[in-house]
């Protein structure tokens, strides 16, 4: 490891993670091996909880499981994004449930990646690491010129403002979300693999299936409404955005 790399774990072990599950074994599974990693570890057993927790003091991750006592992690999730204070905030979900419908829900509400149980302790590390590897090279970006602006028909993505509208309506993308759209419109007709998508959007460090941009696809082509579908899938290669129909 070179020293930017040993220099980039340490400011990864600096952050801080609330895990918001009421199972109290998984909690503390969860907790020994992120702890055992370096992180800061907070705890809430409730939506509830958590929200009180976050207003006094913004961790920089949430393991949010879905199915929790009184408000669901989907709810909880929902408030969060919906406040300005939160932007910086990562969210990943964590849930028994496999279901597209369940991912779909939670991705909508704008969680930037999900893990269902049974999972392996050393997936949930490289998955909370490259969340929170993402989000610090998203914030040392500088912001895009008017000239990065993406225009295709109705369509507007504002990567300086990170801003999607359809006719002048803004769409409201997760991160995962926007970086696909962006991707395939920057070069619009041209066809993308799944593990292309993969290294484009999240790094070649994120360990994902080509499944789960199956599912980012669904749930991008249902918030762009008819827009949507100009992303068409290219059978047995990928995915590309066709800007002529």
């Keep these: 490891m070179d ?13 801080t993670i609330l895990i918001v599950e009421d199972d109290e074994d998984i909690q503390q599974l969860v907790g020994y091996n992120l702890i055992k990693a370096g992180f800061l570890i907070e705890y809430s057993d409730s ?22 006592p009184g408000m669901r992690g989907t709810e909880l ?6 406040d300005s204070r939160f932007s910086e905030l ?9 279901e597209e419908s369940d991912i779909i829900s939670g991705l909508d509400q704008g ?43 109705s369509l507007i ?23 696909i759209l962006q991707l395939l419109t920057k070069k619009a007709g041209w066809v993308f693999s799944r593990q292309q998508i993969i290294d484009a959007v999240r790094g070649y460090d994120y360990l994902v299936t080509p499944r789960t941009i199956d599912v980012q696809m669904f749930s991008l082509r249902k918030k762009l409404g008819e827009t949507g579908k100009k992303i068409e899938t290219v059978r047995g290669i990928g995915y590309r955005f066709n800007d002529a129909n």
């Design 90 to 98: 990562s969210i990943i979900m964590l849930t028994a449930k496999g």
């Design 3 to 15: 020293s930017a790399q040993c220099e980039e774990e340490k400011d990864l072990k600096k952050k």
């Design 47 to 68: 939506g509830e909880q958590a929200l009180k927790k976050i207003k006094n003091q913004v961790p920089d991750l949430i393991l949010l499981d879905l199915m929790l």
């Design 77 to 82: 999730c929902r408030i969060i994004r919906s």
């Design 111 to 153: 969680a930037d990646d999900y893990i269902t149980k049974p999972f392996s302790p050393k997936i949930l590390l490289s998955r909370v690491k490259a969340v929170l590897r993402r989000k610090a090279k998203d914030s040392a970006t500088p912001a895009a010129d008017s000239s990065d602006v993406i225009k295709v028909n």
């Design 157 to 179: 993505i504002d990567p300086g403002r990170y801003e999607v509208k359809i006719d002048g309506e803004p769409v409201n993308l997760t991160p995962t979300e926007f970086g």
